[in-house]
């Protein structure tokens, strides 16, 4: 999925130009859900550390960006 955005700076800035007339404004809920999608799952970005109770296995799991319209969880 992040091949399908890694071109999204080019598309955002040709989007009034290309695609405006036939799909309307630019709306700011696309910007703000694309680069939370970029940076869900990265550890880098936050995480929490689990433990299992039976077998003591601890593990780290990276922040969900909770997009459900880019990245169902």
């Not at 007339?21 to 939370?36: E, L, N, P, T």
Request: include cysteine.
């Amino acid at each position: 999925m992040h091949q399908a955005v890694q071109h999204f700076d080019t598309f955002e800035q040709v989007y009034d130009e290309r695609y405006q007339c036939k799909y309307g404004f630019w709306r700011s809920v696309v910007d703000h859900s694309v680069r939370a999608f970029l940076k869900c799952g990265d550890l880098q970005q936050g995480f929490a550390r689990v433990r299992c109770g039976d077998c003591g296995h601890e593990m780290f799991v990276a922040y969900s960006c909770k997009q459900r319209c880019t990245w169902p969880s």
